[in-house]
């Protein structure tokens, strides 16, 4: 992004404004302990970037419209209750830790809800709301355990790249700029052995060397399985086919079924792709698997191509 001296200075202060009240929220609670404990040992030392804090400002902004609008709505009929924190202790092997959350809305002390803006691609690639689902559970114990048992909990995804035409042709897109999502509520029980579970491991890490730390999952990861793709020849722009879960013998099994292709012709095997290391981790200099992935990289660089002159 060109340099903007105001825009700067604006981030600048907008990326130091937020703190936790306890040990851990509930976001830092289902995020990777990997992620969490270098966080706290290296954020400090994080220079965010103004084009990776452009997503969360546009999401404070609509939290902050939606929330000052229910304001003036509670006047006439006071049934919201905005923006508050809870926090509660928990013990974990001998060891006490406050997990905190702030909600966004509460309707009639009965219904949660949770404001997020969202790329489309959230809804086709993670259907099930994983994240949202954990996260709203955390929120509904804590208030549980303030003398509040809410009946639903609910997400207003607000998507920022929705188009009518795509809503039209796919069914799997969302079919409204903003939807409500009605999640599941768990039990009590389920909640608490949820929240136990995840610290359990984030204190465990808190002493671990950064080596150490547990390898996040492919799935933390947002990790791309490598494709093979069955080129024509050099100069092909597009590939004849791509093969996204498959084995290389099935596809040189395939490339030897299908007609044009010639001694020019090749697999190129497109090696996975960790988007969320490489684009939304913001302490990756400093993990030790993120290195060692991009040593990998370079060596063996993006793509490994087979020529198909001796294979078919």
């Known amino acids: 992004m060109k340099h903007i001296q105001i825009i700067e200075d604006a981030f600048a202060v907008y990326g130091k404004q937020y703190s936790s009240l306890g040990d851990y929220s509930a976001t830092t609670l289902i995020s990777p302990p990997r992620l969490v404990q270098l966080g706290k ?3 400090d030392k994080v220079e965010n970037s103004v084009e990776s804090q452009i997503a ?3 999401g404070t902004g609509v939290h902050e419209k939606v929330e000052k609008l229910l304001h003036l709505a509670n006047v006439k009929n006071p049934d919201y209750m905005l923006e508050r924190s809870v926090v509660h202790p928990f013990e974990v092997d001998g060891e006490t830790r406050l997990v905190a959350g702030k909600f966004d809305i509460l309707r009639k002390k009965k219904d949660l809800f949770d404001i997020k803006t969202a790329k489309t691609w959230k809804l086709i690639f993670d259907p099930d709301m994983v994240d ?3 996260q709203q559970n955390i929120y509904a114990y804590l208030l549980h355990m303030r003398g509040i048992d809410v009946e639903t909990i609910n997400i207003l995804a607000f998507y920022l790249d929705w188009i009518e035409s795509n809503a039209i042709r796919n069914k799997g897109y969302p079919q409204a700029p903003i939807v409500q999502y009605n999640l599941k509520l768990w039990s009590h029980e389920e909640q608490r052995e949820f929240i136990i579970g995840k610290l359990k491991k984030h ?6 060397s950064d080596s150490e730390l547990p390898v996040c999952t492919a799935e933390e990861m947002w990790e791309r399985p490598p494709t093979y793709a069955i080129m024509k020849n050099k100069i092909a722009k597009r590939a004849n086919r791509v093969f996204k879960n498959a084995t290389f013998a099935e596809v ?3 490339a030897r079924g299908m007609k044009g292709l010639n001694t020019e012709s090749f697999i190129e095997s497109r090696h996975n792709v ?3 290391c490489e684009k939304y981790c913001a302490i990756n200099s400093y993990c030790n698997v993120y290195q060692d992935y991009q040593a990998r990289k370079q060596n063996i660089g993006l793509n490994t191509i087979y020529q198909l002159g001796g294979l078919l």
């Open 41 to 43: 040992r290296y954020g």
């Open 56 to 58: 969360s400002l546009v």
């Open 252 to 254: 040189l099994e395939a």
């Open 203 to 208: 204190v465990a890490a808190e002493d671990m």
């Open 132 to 134: 949202w689902h954990e």
């Open 274 to 276: 960790r988007t969320r």
